[in-house]
Protein backbone atom coordinates (compact mmCIF):
# COMPACT_ATOMS: atom_id res chain seq x y z
CA UNK A 1 0.00 0.00 0.00
CA UNK A 2 0.89 3.83 -0.83
CA UNK A 3 0.96 6.21 2.14
CA UNK A 4 0.02 10.05 1.03
CA UNK A 5 1.72 10.92 4.46
CA UNK A 6 4.78 9.04 3.37
CA UNK A 7 7.90 9.74 0.95
CA UNK A 8 7.33 7.49 -2.17
CA UNK A 9 10.30 6.15 -3.75
CA UNK A 10 9.57 5.91 -7.90
CA UNK A 11 11.76 4.58 -10.41
CA UNK A 12 10.18 4.82 -13.99
CA UNK A 13 11.96 3.84 -17.14
CA UNK A 14 11.66 5.15 -20.28
CA UNK A 15 9.73 7.35 -18.62
CA UNK A 16 8.77 9.60 -21.51
CA UNK A 17 6.30 12.93 -20.63
CA UNK A 18 6.45 11.57 -17.21
CA UNK A 19 2.62 10.92 -17.25
CA UNK A 20 3.36 8.25 -14.38
CA UNK A 21 4.25 11.16 -12.15
CA UNK A 22 1.16 13.42 -13.40
CA UNK A 23 -1.23 10.56 -12.39
CA UNK A 24 0.53 10.07 -8.62
CA UNK A 25 0.36 14.01 -8.53
CA UNK A 26 -3.21 14.06 -9.39
CA UNK A 27 -3.99 11.45 -6.96
CA UNK A 28 -2.85 13.18 -4.39
CA UNK A 29 0.85 12.59 -3.35
CA UNK A 30 3.28 15.50 -2.50
CA UNK A 31 6.04 13.86 -0.64
CA UNK A 32 7.13 11.63 -4.08
CA UNK A 33 11.46 11.06 -4.66
CA UNK A 34 11.42 10.37 -8.51
CA UNK A 35 13.75 8.63 -10.48
CA UNK A 36 13.52 8.74 -14.52
CA UNK A 37 15.26 6.95 -17.08
CA UNK A 38 14.95 8.85 -20.65
CA UNK A 39 16.93 9.17 -23.54
CA UNK A 40 14.30 11.46 -25.88
CA UNK A 41 15.51 15.29 -25.67
CA UNK A 42 12.15 16.07 -26.29
CA UNK A 43 10.73 14.14 -24.13
CA UNK A 44 13.14 15.16 -21.61
CA UNK A 45 12.39 18.78 -21.79
CA UNK A 46 8.55 18.39 -21.50
CA UNK A 47 9.41 16.12 -18.23
CA UNK A 48 11.58 19.08 -17.10
CA UNK A 49 9.19 21.84 -17.62
CA UNK A 50 6.28 20.12 -15.57
CA UNK A 51 8.94 18.12 -13.54
CA UNK A 52 11.73 20.15 -12.53
CA UNK A 53 12.54 17.65 -9.03
CA UNK A 54 12.85 14.98 -11.36
CA UNK A 55 16.35 13.02 -10.66
CA UNK A 56 17.67 12.46 -14.15
CA UNK A 57 19.47 8.96 -14.40
CA UNK A 58 20.21 8.78 -18.06
CA UNK A 59 20.06 5.64 -20.27
CA UNK A 60 18.34 2.83 -18.80
CA UNK A 61 21.20 0.40 -19.24
CA UNK A 62 23.67 2.65 -16.89
CA UNK A 63 21.04 2.24 -14.22
CA UNK A 64 22.40 -0.11 -10.98
CA UNK A 65 20.45 -0.75 -7.75
CA UNK A 66 23.28 -1.76 -5.36
CA UNK A 67 24.57 -1.61 -2.10
CA UNK A 68 22.13 1.44 -0.97
CA UNK A 69 22.50 3.17 -3.86
CA UNK A 70 21.14 4.38 -6.97
CA UNK A 71 23.85 4.55 -10.24
CA UNK A 72 23.29 5.49 -13.74
CA UNK A 73 25.60 7.50 -16.00
CA UNK A 74 24.49 10.68 -14.44
CA UNK A 75 25.41 9.98 -10.61
CA UNK A 76 25.13 8.09 -7.60
CA UNK A 77 22.31 8.40 -5.18
CA UNK A 78 21.78 6.90 -1.71
CA UNK A 79 18.28 6.52 -1.02
CA UNK A 80 18.73 7.60 2.80
CA UNK A 81 21.23 7.86 5.21
CA UNK A 82 20.91 4.61 6.43
CA UNK A 83 20.72 2.88 3.33
CA UNK A 84 17.55 1.01 3.61
CA UNK A 85 14.75 3.43 2.15
CA UNK A 86 12.69 1.06 -0.03
CA UNK A 87 11.78 1.55 -3.43
CA UNK A 88 7.80 1.68 -3.74
CA UNK A 89 7.07 1.54 -7.22
CA UNK A 90 8.68 0.86 -10.31
CA UNK A 91 6.94 2.22 -13.73
CA UNK A 92 7.68 1.11 -17.25
CA UNK A 93 6.67 1.42 -20.50
CA UNK A 94 9.87 -0.29 -22.68
CA UNK A 95 10.01 0.37 -26.42
CA UNK A 96 7.27 -1.31 -28.10
CA UNK A 97 7.82 -0.70 -31.73
CA UNK A 98 9.68 -4.04 -31.87
CA UNK A 99 6.79 -6.35 -31.15
CA UNK A 100 3.92 -4.17 -32.11
CA UNK A 101 0.95 -4.87 -34.88
CA UNK A 102 2.17 -1.34 -35.57
CA UNK A 103 5.84 -2.56 -35.60
CA UNK A 104 5.84 -5.19 -38.11
CA UNK A 105 5.16 -7.84 -35.68
CA UNK A 106 9.27 -7.92 -35.22
CA UNK A 107 10.34 -9.61 -31.65
CA UNK A 108 12.48 -9.80 -28.73
CA UNK A 109 15.40 -9.93 -30.77
CA UNK A 110 14.92 -6.51 -31.98
CA UNK A 111 16.99 -3.98 -30.28
CA UNK A 112 13.95 -1.54 -29.28
CA UNK A 113 12.09 -4.73 -27.37
CA UNK A 114 15.76 -5.95 -25.80
CA UNK A 115 14.98 -3.28 -23.33
CA UNK A 116 12.32 -4.80 -21.87
CA UNK A 117 15.00 -7.12 -20.25
CA UNK A 118 16.65 -3.98 -18.75
CA UNK A 119 13.40 -3.41 -17.12
CA UNK A 120 13.46 -6.70 -15.37
CA UNK A 121 17.24 -6.78 -14.69
CA UNK A 122 16.50 -3.57 -12.84
CA UNK A 123 13.10 -5.20 -11.02
CA UNK A 124 15.42 -8.07 -10.08
CA UNK A 125 18.13 -5.62 -8.71
CA UNK A 126 15.31 -4.22 -5.93
CA UNK A 127 13.91 -7.36 -5.12
CA UNK A 128 17.56 -8.96 -4.16
CA UNK A 129 17.99 -5.67 -2.14
CA UNK A 130 14.64 -5.88 -0.33
CA UNK A 131 12.53 -8.81 -1.13
CA UNK A 132 9.84 -7.11 -3.28
CA UNK A 133 8.79 -3.87 -5.06
CA UNK A 134 5.56 -2.86 -6.83
CA UNK A 135 5.62 -2.40 -10.37
CA UNK A 136 3.53 -1.67 -13.53
CA UNK A 137 4.10 -2.17 -17.07
CA UNK A 138 2.63 -0.78 -19.80
CA UNK A 139 2.49 -2.31 -23.39
CA UNK A 140 0.68 -2.65 -27.03
CA UNK A 141 -1.06 -5.34 -28.03
CA UNK A 142 1.72 -8.33 -29.68
CA UNK A 143 1.26 -11.64 -30.73
CA UNK A 144 0.81 -13.54 -27.99
CA UNK A 145 4.28 -15.64 -28.36
CA UNK A 146 5.71 -12.28 -27.47
CA UNK A 147 3.09 -11.41 -24.43
CA UNK A 148 3.86 -14.90 -23.10
CA UNK A 149 7.62 -13.95 -22.53
CA UNK A 150 6.35 -10.99 -20.34
CA UNK A 151 3.61 -12.69 -18.53
CA UNK A 152 6.19 -15.30 -17.98
CA UNK A 153 8.92 -13.17 -16.21
CA UNK A 154 6.26 -11.08 -14.75
CA UNK A 155 4.29 -13.97 -13.49
CA UNK A 156 0.93 -12.34 -13.83
CA UNK A 157 -1.81 -11.48 -16.99
CA UNK A 158 -1.83 -7.84 -18.06
CA UNK A 159 -5.16 -6.23 -17.85
CA UNK A 160 -6.34 -4.84 -21.00
CA UNK A 161 -7.66 -1.29 -20.91
CA UNK A 162 -9.21 1.19 -23.67
CA UNK A 163 -8.53 4.45 -22.56
CA UNK A 164 -12.26 5.08 -23.90
CA UNK A 165 -13.97 4.21 -20.96
CA UNK A 166 -11.28 6.93 -19.19
CA UNK A 167 -11.40 9.66 -21.90
CA UNK A 168 -12.05 10.93 -25.60
CA UNK A 169 -9.31 8.29 -27.06
CA UNK A 170 -9.95 4.85 -28.70
CA UNK A 171 -6.77 3.70 -27.45
CA UNK A 172 -6.09 -0.75 -26.26
CA UNK A 173 -3.04 -1.01 -23.97
CA UNK A 174 -1.81 -3.77 -21.83
CA UNK A 175 -1.02 -3.55 -18.12
CA UNK A 176 0.77 -6.02 -16.11
CA UNK A 177 0.72 -4.99 -12.26
CA UNK A 178 1.48 -6.63 -9.15
CA UNK A 179 -1.57 -4.89 -7.97
CA UNK A 180 -3.56 -7.83 -9.56
CA UNK A 181 -3.96 -11.79 -8.82
CA UNK A 182 -1.39 -13.34 -11.23
CA UNK A 183 -3.54 -15.78 -12.37
CA UNK A 184 -6.69 -13.19 -13.78
CA UNK A 185 -6.18 -12.25 -16.93
CA UNK A 186 -9.22 -10.11 -18.35
CA UNK A 187 -10.54 -7.33 -20.01
CA UNK A 188 -11.28 -4.31 -17.95
CA UNK A 189 -14.01 -1.44 -19.25
CA UNK A 190 -14.98 0.24 -15.88
CA UNK A 191 -16.80 2.76 -17.41
CA UNK A 192 -19.34 2.37 -20.31
CA UNK A 193 -18.48 4.12 -23.29
CA UNK A 194 -21.39 6.16 -23.33
CA UNK A 195 -20.39 7.84 -19.72
CA UNK A 196 -16.89 8.63 -20.93
CA UNK A 197 -15.82 12.03 -21.98
CA UNK A 198 -16.55 12.27 -26.44
CA UNK A 199 -14.43 13.35 -28.69
CA UNK A 200 -16.70 16.69 -29.23
CA UNK A 201 -16.25 17.47 -25.25
CA UNK A 202 -12.13 17.87 -26.21
CA UNK A 203 -12.40 19.76 -29.43
CA UNK A 204 -12.15 23.38 -29.98
CA UNK A 205 -14.71 23.66 -32.34
CA UNK A 206 -18.47 23.23 -32.40
CA UNK A 207 -19.59 21.93 -35.30
CA UNK A 208 -17.78 18.59 -35.49
CA UNK A 209 -18.90 16.65 -38.57
CA UNK A 210 -16.50 13.43 -38.21
CA UNK A 211 -13.35 12.38 -38.15
CA UNK A 212 -11.68 12.01 -41.77
CA UNK A 213 -9.26 9.41 -42.71
CA UNK A 214 -6.45 9.10 -45.91
CA UNK A 215 -7.23 5.63 -47.80
CA UNK A 216 -4.83 2.74 -46.68
CA UNK A 217 -4.92 -0.87 -47.82
CA UNK A 218 -8.01 -2.68 -47.44
CA UNK A 219 -9.22 1.00 -45.39
CA UNK A 220 -11.13 3.15 -47.98
CA UNK A 221 -10.70 6.11 -46.04
CA UNK A 222 -13.19 8.97 -45.80
CA UNK A 223 -15.26 10.63 -43.46
CA UNK A 224 -17.22 8.78 -40.33
CA UNK A 225 -18.85 9.80 -37.14
CA UNK A 226 -17.20 8.69 -34.27
CA UNK A 227 -17.12 9.74 -30.56
CA UNK A 228 -13.81 8.78 -29.80
CA UNK A 229 -10.52 10.20 -31.06
CA UNK A 230 -8.55 7.29 -32.86
CA UNK A 231 -5.71 6.23 -31.03
CA UNK A 232 -2.86 8.84 -30.80
CA UNK A 233 0.50 7.04 -32.57
CA UNK A 234 3.83 8.15 -33.25
CA UNK A 235 4.20 8.27 -37.43
CA UNK A 236 2.64 10.72 -38.75
CA UNK A 237 -0.57 10.67 -36.70
CA UNK A 238 -1.58 14.10 -37.21
CA UNK A 239 -1.85 14.01 -40.97
CA UNK A 240 -3.61 10.70 -41.58
CA UNK A 241 -6.66 12.18 -39.46
CA UNK A 242 -8.42 14.93 -39.32
CA UNK A 243 -11.16 17.32 -38.07
CA UNK A 244 -14.49 17.68 -40.49
CA UNK A 245 -16.20 20.44 -39.59
CA UNK A 246 -20.46 20.66 -40.90
CA UNK A 247 -19.19 22.85 -43.78
CA UNK A 248 -17.08 20.43 -45.08
CA UNK A 249 -13.90 21.60 -43.82
CA UNK A 250 -10.80 19.48 -42.56
CA UNK A 251 -8.16 20.52 -39.88
CA UNK A 252 -5.67 18.80 -38.09
CA UNK A 253 -6.37 17.67 -34.50
CA UNK A 254 -4.46 20.34 -31.89
CA UNK A 255 -1.59 19.57 -29.82
CA UNK A 256 -4.17 21.11 -27.03
CA UNK A 257 -6.80 18.43 -28.17
CA UNK A 258 -4.40 15.04 -27.65
CA UNK A 259 -3.31 16.66 -24.29
CA UNK A 260 -7.06 16.33 -23.27
CA UNK A 261 -7.41 12.56 -25.10
CA UNK A 262 -4.26 11.85 -23.21
CA UNK A 263 -5.60 13.33 -19.54
CA UNK A 264 -3.32 15.60 -19.63
CA UNK A 265 -3.21 19.66 -18.52
CA UNK A 266 -3.56 22.04 -21.51
CA UNK A 267 0.11 22.86 -22.88
CA UNK A 268 1.68 20.34 -21.19
CA UNK A 269 3.81 19.63 -24.22
CA UNK A 270 4.14 23.38 -25.11
CA UNK A 271 7.97 23.29 -24.64
CA UNK A 272 8.51 21.71 -28.41
CA UNK A 273 7.48 21.91 -31.61
CA UNK A 274 4.01 20.76 -32.51
CA UNK A 275 5.47 17.95 -34.80
CA UNK A 276 7.05 16.44 -31.22
CA UNK A 277 4.29 17.09 -29.39
CA UNK A 278 2.14 14.68 -31.15
CA UNK A 279 5.34 12.05 -31.19
CA UNK A 280 5.79 12.24 -27.27
CA UNK A 281 1.96 12.34 -26.43
CA UNK A 282 1.77 9.32 -29.04
CA UNK A 283 4.53 7.64 -27.05
CA UNK A 284 2.79 8.48 -23.57
CA UNK A 285 0.36 6.96 -20.94
CA UNK A 286 -3.05 7.97 -20.68
CA UNK A 287 -2.98 9.56 -17.22
CA UNK A 288 -6.73 8.64 -16.17
CA UNK A 289 -6.23 5.01 -16.71
CA UNK A 290 -2.73 5.17 -14.88
CA UNK A 291 -4.73 6.92 -11.54
CA UNK A 292 -6.85 4.14 -11.89
CA UNK A 293 -4.41 1.19 -11.53
CA UNK A 294 -2.67 2.89 -9.06
CA UNK A 295 -5.27 3.55 -6.83
CA UNK A 296 -6.10 -0.14 -6.68
CA UNK A 297 -9.65 0.43 -6.94
CA UNK A 298 -10.19 -1.84 -9.12
CA UNK A 299 -13.32 -4.31 -9.94
CA UNK A 300 -13.50 -5.36 -13.94
CA UNK A 301 -15.62 -8.12 -15.13
CA UNK A 302 -12.89 -10.81 -15.86
CA UNK A 303 -12.80 -13.14 -19.03
CA UNK A 304 -10.34 -15.92 -19.08
CA UNK A 305 -9.38 -16.32 -22.36
CA UNK A 306 -7.35 -19.12 -22.79
CA UNK A 307 -9.58 -21.65 -20.79
CA UNK A 308 -11.44 -24.13 -22.41
CA UNK A 309 -14.29 -22.54 -21.56
CA UNK A 310 -14.50 -18.47 -21.02
CA UNK A 311 -15.86 -17.55 -17.85
CA UNK A 312 -17.12 -13.85 -17.20
CA UNK A 313 -17.19 -12.77 -13.78
CA UNK A 314 -18.34 -9.48 -11.84
CA UNK A 315 -16.42 -9.64 -8.31
CA UNK A 316 -13.56 -8.40 -7.81
CA UNK A 317 -10.39 -9.77 -9.31
CA UNK A 318 -8.61 -10.59 -6.04
CA UNK A 319 -11.70 -12.39 -4.41
CA UNK A 320 -12.09 -14.39 -7.69
CA UNK A 321 -12.26 -18.40 -6.68
CA UNK A 322 -11.36 -19.74 -10.36
CA UNK A 323 -12.77 -23.23 -11.47
CA UNK A 324 -10.84 -23.42 -14.74
CA UNK A 325 -7.34 -22.24 -13.63
CA UNK A 326 -5.11 -20.66 -16.36
CA UNK A 327 -1.56 -21.67 -16.68
CA UNK A 328 1.01 -18.95 -16.41
CA UNK A 329 2.92 -19.80 -19.86
CA UNK A 330 6.73 -21.11 -19.53
CA UNK A 331 9.08 -19.98 -21.89
CA UNK A 332 12.10 -22.32 -22.93
CA UNK A 333 15.36 -21.15 -21.24
Not at 114 to 124: Q, S
Not at 315 to 320: G, L, V
Request: one cysteine or more; charged letters at 25%; glycine letters at 6%.
Amino acid sequence: MFHKDKELVVVSLFDGISCGLQALKNLGFTNIKYFASEVDKNAIKVSEYNHPEIIRLGDVRSVKIKNGYIESENGKWQLDNNFNQQIHLILAGSPCQGFSFAGKQLNFDDPRSALFFEFIRIKEEIEQRQGYVDFLLENVKMKEEYEDVITHYLKTWPVRINSKAFTAQNRLRYYWTSFHSPTAYGELDIISKEASPSIQSILDDVDYAGVWTWPRGYNKGGTRFVDKMPCITTSSWQHNFLVEKQDGSRRKFTPIECERAQGLPNGYTNTISDNQRYVVLGNGWTVPVIEHLLSKNIKPHVVHWRCEEAIVVSQPIDTFNQETPCILPTIQQ
